[in-house]
């Protein structure tokens, strides 16, 4: 069977953009066989961190509702074992990418995947005035749209789009590869015990009353806190 038959959706929600300090709330993923769906993976992730408002917004996924959800480590252990050796598929795939690699580089764990990027090939394939967002091509598709931003939902839509946008590509006698994500990642550490000790300090003192994740804080992050606070209230 031709390898770029076989492949593995993925779609990630998070609480934002930024892979250094953002979490991953949902994962979608469907296994995919010669055309064919013949697994899938969902799952809300209890990563801990606060959900904005605005994703709440856009999602539907609240606290509470996360909270229910798989460990951090369990859910991406998971989604890891069904990707297998599998390339990827995903709708702007680079960018749930990164929040794969980075709790890989987190927990040493090699990953390097290849994949095929549904927003490329739309922009490749499709008329340049034509939107190439999902919702867009769902409907330009005759896909029906459900469930809007959230992950197995947006998965199994990303796979038929692809599937269409294959079709398209034969007929046009073009040849489509998966290519080797590259994405550079450096290793999150847990925040000190000396760091959480002089945050907790500064907050008594000044009576700071903002959201701090404890369990997930960043070396990192604890230290652009701290700058923050000496920032705004002193030392």
Not at 181 to 200: D, M
Not at 206 to 232: G, K, P
Request: one cysteine or more; aromatic letters at 6%.
């Amino acid at each position: 069977m031709d390898r770029k038959m076989n492949y593995t959706v993925i779609d990630l929600e998070m609480t934002g953009l930024d892979v250094k300090k953002d979490k991953v709330i949902e994962i979608g993923a469907v296994k995919v066989r010669g055309g064919i769906v013949v697994d899938t993976f969902g799952t809300l992730v209890d990563s801990k961190a606060d959900i904005p408002e605005r994703v709440t917004e856009l999602t539907g996924i609240t606290n509470e509702m996360a909270a229910g959800g798989m460990s951090e480590d369990e859910a991406m252990e998971r989604l890891a074992a069904l990707i297998g050796e599998d390339a990827i598929v995903g709708h702007n795939v680079t960018f749930d990418y990164r929040f794969v690699k980075q709790w890989a580089v987190n927990r040493k764990l090699p990953l390097e995947l290849e994949a095929f990027d549904t927003l490329q090939l739309a922009r490749i394939l499709l008329p340049g005035e034509q939107s190439k967002k999902l919702e867009n091509l769902c409907e330009s598709f005759g896909i029906e749209r459900k469930n809007a931003h959230r992950a197995l939902d947006d998965a199994l839509e990303t796979q038929q789009v692809f599937e269409c946008l294959k079709r398209l590509a034969e007929e046009a006698n073009m040849a489509i590869e998966p290519k080797r994500l590259i994405c550079k990642i450096k290793r999150q550490t847990p925040a000190t015990p000396h760091q959480v000790e002089r945050l907790k300090e500064l907050r008594e003192k000044y009576r700071i009353q903002d959201e701090v994740c404890w369990e997930v804080l960043t070396r990192s992050e604890a230290s652009r806190l701290q700058d923050f606070y000496y920032t705004h209230y002193g030392r």
